[in-house]
């Protein structure tokens, strides 16, 4: 039991530090793409991306490195934010970038689109 809290506490830290991250304002100059790495990962059978929260503004250049950390079957893990066009499947240890430009303001759905079931994350848009 007390290695499962430990599991537990190190990714919810972690996942803590990298959404802190996420809302840091200010860290990239105003014409710099904003540039994010998003893991699907599988906690205690749960698939999920982290950060699950991507913030940005409208206007502005994202950019999305897709890291699929999934051990267990199926290989094939997708990444899409269907606002955006956004779609990709991203193999087991693979890696994937995704561009484009935040042109809407709003609260974008990001999700597996293999996996309907999996937990979905979030973009969100200011203005």
Request: net charge neutral; glycine share 6%.
């Given at each position: 039991m007390r290695q499962v809290w430990r599991t537990f506490t190190g990714v919810s830290l972690g996942v803590i530090a990298l959404g802190a991250i996420a809302f840091t304002p200010g860290?990239?100059?105003?014409?710099?793409?904003?540039?994010?790495?998003?893991?699907?990962?599988?906690?205690?059978?749960?698939?999920?991306?982290?950060?699950?929260?991507?913030?940005?503004?409208?206007?502005?250049?994202?950019?999305?490195?897709?890291?699929n950390n999934i051990k267990a079957d199926p290989p094939q893990h997708g990444f899409a934010i269907p606002d955006f066009k956004i779609e990709e499947v991203?193999?087991?240890?693979?890696?994937?970038?995704?561009?484009?430009?935040?042109?809407?303001?709003?609260?974008?759905?990001?999700?597996?689109?293999?996996?309907?079931?999996?937990?979905h994350a979030q973009l969100v848009v200011l203005q």
């Open positions: 860290m990239l100059r105003a014409d710099s793409p904003h540039e994010f790495t998003v893991v699907n990962v599988e906690y205690e059978g749960t698939k999920v991306f982290v950060p699950s929260v991507l913030v940005v503004h409208k206007g502005d250049t994202v950019k999305i490195k897709v890291i991203v193999n087991r240890g693979e890696t994937k970038e995704v561009q484009f430009t935040a042109d809407k303001v709003g609260v974008f759905e990001i999700k597996c689109q293999l996996h309907p079931a999996h937990v």
